[in-house]
Antibody
Framework: QVHLVQSGAEVKKPGASVTVPCKTSGYTFTNYYLHWVRQAPGQGFEWMGMINPSDGRTSYAQNFQGRVTMTRDTSTSTVYMELSSLRSEDTAVYYC?????WGKGTTVTVSS | QSVLTQPPSASGTPGQRVTISCSGSSSNIGSNIVSWYQQLPGTAPKVLIFNDNQRPSGVPDRFSGSKSGTSASLAISGLQSDDEADYYCAAWDDSLKGSWVFGGGTKLTVL
């Protein structure tokens, strides 16, 4: 079955960038879009964008345009989400999502 | 402010039936499928309902989904204490370039 494996946690300073990996398995990597969604502490979910692993094409949410980059590595069936110019409001759990299967999430803390 | 509107809280006693609503618009619920997720504290969301009213294998038939026009509902019958969680609806939204939109979540308390 589908597995989405994410790293545990990252701590970054304001202004820095973070790259969150999501290693996939259990299905044909190039067949389905992979989404990124984040959840700030005590808040709901915010869609960040998606990537087509087949050709690398992306679509980003307006709120993240210019700050987010999603890429993929077909040799390892891994997708990456890079968020730059981090600020304290970016402190959140970042999830990769395939169809209705969610990874366990990566906690990103932005603090000076 | 979430694109989809859910009540912030709901409650019921064990054995009771509760319903959680999710209101949207023609660009999301009105034209795309709805999913429902359950989130226990400190964990990732788990899908309860997909394609408006389909249950993945392993989800009890106490959980059911429905949709009419631009609104959707999640019903939980035979309420159990471990149903206490946050519940979220979600749907694709066709406006602008398209985006995945969520409800603000409903905290279900089992009294």
């Amino acid at each position: 079955q589908v597995h989405l494996v994410q790293s545990g946690a990252e701590v970054k300073k304001p202004g820095a960038s973070v790259t969150v990996p999501c290693k996939t398995s259990g299905y044909t990597f190039t067949n389905y879009y992979l989404h990124w969604v984040r959840q700030a502490p005590g808040q709901g979910f915010e869609w960040m964008g998606m990537i087509n692993p087949s050709d690398g094409r992306t679509s980003y949410a307006q709120n993240f345009q210019g700050r987010v980059t999603m890429t993929r590595d077909t040799s390892t069936s891994t997708v990456y989400m890079e968020l730059s110019s981090l600020r304290s409001e970016d402190t959140a759990v970042y999830y990769c999502v395939l169809l209705d299967v969610w990874g366990k999430g990566t906690t990103v803390t932005v603090s000076s | 402010q979430s694109v989809l509107t859910q009540p912030p809280s709901a409650s019921g006693t064990p054995g009771q039936r509760v319903t959680i609503s999710c209101s949207g618009s023609s660009s999301n619920i009105g034209s795309n499928i709805v999913s429902w997720y359950q989130q226990l504290p400190g964990t990732a969301p788990k899908v309860l309902i997909f394609n408006d009213n389909q249950r993945p294998s392993g989800v009890p038939d106490r959980f059911s989904g429905s949709k009419s026009g631009t609104s959707a509902s999640l019903a939980i019958s035979g309420l159990q204490s471990d149903d206490e969680a946050d519940y979220y609806c979600a749907a694709w939204d066709d406006s602008l370039k398209g985006s995945w939109v969520f409800g603000g979540g409903t905290k279900l308390t089992v009294l």
